[in-house]
């Protein structure tokens, strides 16, 4: 497994690169993409932090594990390739958009264009095995991105972080409310927005509202 991530990230997180259980996760990534087929492909697994640099993150969107279908994953959470079907939480991500800020539906469910506005679309968890949700938990990878959050919200003031789900939400003990925004809501999935946790949060346009109350340029979702 190559670390290959944007420079003003790795003086941020060099310090987890150095540490053991960082060592022993990339010894157990490298078996894994070696034996199984894996998602996403090894050059995209920090896509995350690979579209701009640190001091420009706006937005944090945590999520839990990569989509383990062919070509769905891009290291990106909630994200798909171009061209590939829209995941129903993705779908449900999207008509929320364009019931509260009227944009129409969109042909890619390619979040690249979020992340290139300093939208950091953040798994739990990097990896996964073909097929096999969760496979790759509980190896490492939370402790690491526990560690990204918590470096976001220590050196950065006023990024906002939407928290979608109950797991999601338990993140907010890493971030101090002091200097961030929180806004929380049930998941897209469709099991949560079917009970009326998800439709109507709001959030793409409070989110632009906030960034706008701090001179910064709104997210063009």
Known sequence: MDVNIGPSWKIQLQKEFDKP???????FVKQEYQQYTCYPKDHEIFSAFNHFPFHETKVVVIGQDPYHGPDQANGLCFSVKDGIPHPLSL???????????????????NLQR????????????????????????????????????QTVSNELEGVI?????????????????TKHHILTSGHPSPLS????????NQH????????????KTPIDW
């Not at 779908?91 to 469910?109: H, V, W």
């Not at 679309?121 to 790759?136: D, E, F, I, K, M």
């Not at 972080?161 to 409310?177: E, H, Q, R, V």
Request: hydrophobic content about 40%.
């Open 161 to 177: 972080f939407l928290l979608w789900g109950g797991f999601a939400k338990k993140k907010s003990s890493l971030i101090d409310t």
């Open 21 to 27: 259980y960082f060592k022993e996760l990339t010894g």
């Open 193 to 200: 927005a079917n009970r009326g946790l998800w439709f109507g």
């Open 204 to 215: 793409f346009s409070k989110t632009n509202t906030l960034l706008a109350r701090m001179g």
């Open 114 to 149: 979020w992340a290139d506005q300093g939208v950091l679309l953040l798994n739990a968890t990097l990896t996964v095995r073909a097929q096999q949700a969760g496979s790759h938990q509980k190896k490492g990878w939370e402790q690491f991105t526990d560690a990204v959050i």
């Open 91 to 109: 779908m449900n991500i999207f008509k929320e958009i364009n019931m509260d800020l009227g944009k129409p539906y969109p042909e890619s469910g």
